[in-house]
């Protein structure tokens, strides 16, 4: 079974600053998103990566396959990237779509 | 923008009561999840359904629980006799492919009593 581990757990940040989350899982996968979960509870899929590095608007989301990692930095951070981030990885063949979450990022910017 | 909707938003109900969580999917997606997350744990998966069955499912779907697309466009969990534990929020999500980005709903906040 794959375990997810991201670091850190909770991560405060001054607006303006470059942040980085870490995610790093035991066993190969598919495909590795990243997910966006606001403080009412709504999940919003920001990435999803198999290889190489991946990038929208301010936020950037790079996979290495070989040392099982992935990192999601968002440049200059505004108050409202506030939420928590989420790791989520999925297998091989019919276990694709079952994705195996991380504990989640808690990202406190403050202006 | 096309979004994944879930009905309703909080349901609470008594210990051994059965419940029906409904989700419409994005409508030209194949593929169908539900899953759960109790208050201060990370996600679970529970279910993914395609084609008219069930194509996977955790150790967590047990018995009591079922899915089913009874029309062209909604996609329900039941919870047979629900138990306190499963108070929880449930998501559904849908992806046109196993690969591909699945689109969450907002959840339904589930209270057992």
């Known amino acids: 079974k794959n375990e997810v581990e991201q670091s850190p757990q909770n991560l405060t940040a001054q607006e303006g600053e470059f942040i980085t989350i870490n995610c790093s899982y035991s066993?190969?996968?598919?495909?590795l998103h990243w997910l966006q979960q606001h403080p009412g509870g709504g999940i919003v899929s920001l990435f999803m990566l198999s290889s190489g590095k991946k990038k929208h608007g301010r936020l950037i989301a790079t996979i290495n396959i070989q040392e099982k990692h992935s990192s999601l930095h968002i440049t200059a951070s505004h108050p409202r990237d506030s939420a928590v981030y989420i790791c989520?990885?999925?297998?091989?063949?019919?276990?694709?779509?079952?994705?195996?979450f991380g504990k989640g990022t808690k990202l406190s910017v403050k202006p | 923008e096309p979004e994944v909707t879930q009905t309703p938003s909080h349901q609470v109900t008594q210990m051994g009561q059965e419940v029906i969580l409904r989700c419409v999917p994005i409508?030209?997606?194949?593929?169908f999840y539900w899953y759960r997350q109790i208050l201060g744990q990370k996600v679970e998966f529970l279910v993914s359904?395609?084609?008219?069955?069930?194509?996977?499912k955790s150790e967590i779907f047990d018995d009591q629980f079922s899915v089913e697309r009874p029309d062209g466009s909604n996609f329900t969990l039941k919870i047979r006799s629900t138990k306190l534990e499963d108070s929880a929020m449930y998501f559904c999500?849908?992806?046109?492919?196993?690969?591909?980005?699945?689109?969450f709903g907002p959840g339904t906040r589930l209270t057992v009593l």
């Open positions: 066993v190969g996968i598919s495909a």
């Open positions: 989520a990885v999925g297998g091989y063949g019919g276990s694709q779509g079952n994705l195996i």
């Open positions: 359904f395609y084609n008219n069955e069930i194509s996977e």
């Open positions: 409508s030209n997606h194949l593929y």
């Open positions: 999500a849908s992806s046109d492919g196993t690969r591909d980005t699945q689109y």
